[in-house]
């Protein structure tokens, strides 16, 4: 499509789905021309129709649709991590590696590249593509100081009040974060504060003084 907007992509070999749902959950908090897409289930190709200039459109990426993709270009590329994934479809681990890091083709220096420098597979494969695009690390910008997170020295939440469990959660949180600042929207904390697991990825429930985690997906 060659309709305008604010073209943001997320992909990763885990955690795309939950980002891309916190992150859509946030901008439309504050902005009501929003739209999620992508491989969460919902084709781009359903809201044509409605994109404008002003239209931020927040898709999921697999590096299925990566590897088909010739001119689509993201303002905003979010990479959340490589790690050995979909080997039954690649003849080898490279091609996927490589896949994942084309979500910044044709950016240019006015875009921006998100990622964590910190994952060792994408540290080492980085150094063999062309960045035009600002690159910014996500865990660089962010760090937790007594039970609480802080991005580039700024308290944003207390860590007992964000209601998705485990590290890794808090890793995606500080992607979506970078995100919210680039696009120089507010980030609501009651917001962070009411969002809840997808189904099937981390849901806690007691039962009987018993904690059961619904982790099927």
Do not use: W
């Not at 499509?1 to 997320?10: A, L, P, R, S």
């Not at 021309?33 to 992508?38: P, Q, S, W």
């Not at 910044?104 to 063999?128: A, C, P, R």
């Not at 992607?175 to 980030?187: F, G, H, R, Y």
Request: aromatic share 10%; glycine share 4%.
């Amino acid at each position: 499509t060659n309709k305008k907007g604010k073209y943001i992509g997320v992909t990763g070999s885990v955690g795309k789905s939950t980002v891309v749902t916190m992150l859509y959950e946030l901008v439309k908090d504050k902005r009501s021309n929003v739209i999620l897409a992508g491989n969460i289930g919902d084709p781009l190709i359903n809201y044509l129709d409605v994109i404008n200039k002003d239209t931020i459109i927040i898709l999921e990426i697999s590096s299925f649709q990566i590897d088909d993709f010739k001119r689509m270009k993201f303002n905003i590329a979010l990479l959340l991590n490589i790690y050995d994934n979909h080997l039954d479809f690649y003849k080898c681990k490279q091609r996927y590696y490589m896949s994942k890091l084309n979500i910044i083709n044709n950016q240019s220096k006015k875009d921006y590249f998100i990622t964590d420098l910190k994952n060792e597979i994408v540290s080492k494969y980085i150094k063999h593509i062309n960045i035009n695009s600002k690159v910014i690390d996500f865990k660089k910008e962010s760090n937790v100081i007594n039970k609480e997170l802080y991005y580039r020295g700024n308290k944003i939440i207390d860590i007992d009040s964000f209601p998705l469990k485990g590290d890794h959660n808090l890793f995606n949180l500080m992607s979506v974060i970078c995100v919210m600042k680039v696009l120089n929207i507010d980030i609501s904390n009651s917001v962070i504060r009411k969002l809840t697991p997808l189904k099937y990825h981390l849901e806690v429930n007691e039962y009987k003084g018993i904690t059961f985690i619904n982790d099927s997906k």
